[in-house]
């Protein structure tokens, strides 16, 4: 079946540190990948997402690459700011399928 | 603008007492859904539908009903509430569904069963 398993939480982290969020899949055919984040008292929006293998998706510092011989799409982003500060979701979704499949969430906090 | 509405945003009920939780995209999206969010847990699909008239369970159906009469709005019914059935609800849509597609959220509705 498809599943998506990411890393635990809570992070905490000093204002521009690095963040690394780790994230891996199982899926059936070929998945679109995708981060989703959470900020408080929100809804989920779009991060970025990766269609293919080795495809990178980026969006404001964040970066993750499509890795198929690992089944990962780990989470980086070089400096980190306070205002990055929420929960965000590792997600796939296949085109066999009519479902999206998301993991745990990790939060994430950015002290000054 | 576009985007997904869902109301109420909170609710505090009590077993038993029927309730429905309204949700409008104005995308045109043909997929919709709705997902339970539960601390450890995640998000959890509980129903989605592909067009008006279809829809599907996903992985937490009991307890749930859905309809789908018309393309912008996809209600989630709690015939007979419960404790277990306490939790933060959202509501997505989608151009269409799974693959490449990207879900719109809703600011989500926080339920309390007594």
């Known amino acids: 079946g498809n599943s998506v398993t990411q890393m635990e939480g809570p992070v905490t982290l000093s204002e521009e540190a690095f963040l690394t969020i780790n994230c891996t899949y199982t899926?059936?055919?070929?998945?679109?990948l995708f981060w989703y984040v959470q900020y408080p008292g929100e809804g989920l929006q779009l991060l970025l997402k990766?269609?293919?293998?080795?495809d990178k998706g980026s969006n404001k510092g964040f970066e993750a690459t499509y890795r198929k011989e690992t089944t990962s799409f780990h989470l980086e982003k070089g400096s980190v700011q306070v205002s990055d500060s929420a929960v965000y979701f590792c997600?796939?979704?296949?085109?066999?399928?009519?479902?999206?499949?998301f993991g745990t969430g990790t939060s994430l906090t950015v002290i000054p | 603008e576009a985007q997904v509405t869902q109301n109420p945003r909170y609710l505090i009920t009590v077993t038993g007492k029927k309730l429905t939780v309204t949700c409008s995209q104005n995308?045109?999206?043909?997929?919709m859904s709705w997902y339970r969010q539960d601390p450890g847990l995640g998000l959890r699909q509980i129903y989605y539908?592909?067009?008006?008239?279809?829809?599907d369970k996903g992985d937490v159906p009991e307890g749930y009903k859905v309809s789908r009469k018309e393309k912008r709005n996809f209600p989630l019914i709690l015939e007979s509430p419960s404790p277990n059935q306490t939790s933060l609800y959202f509501c997505?849509?989608?151009?269409?569904?799974?693959?490449?597609?990207?879900?719109?959220f809703g600011a989500g509705s926080r339920l309390t069963v007594l």
């Open positions: 899926a059936t055919g070929y998945p679109s």
């Open positions: 539908s592909m067009n008006v008239e279809v829809t």
């Open positions: 990766a269609t293919k293998a080795d």
């Open positions: 995308m045109n999206h043909e997929y």
């Open positions: 997600a796939l979704s296949t085109n066999t399928g009519n479902q999206f499949y």
């Open positions: 997505a849509s989608s151009p269409y569904g799974s693959g490449a597609n990207v879900l719109t």
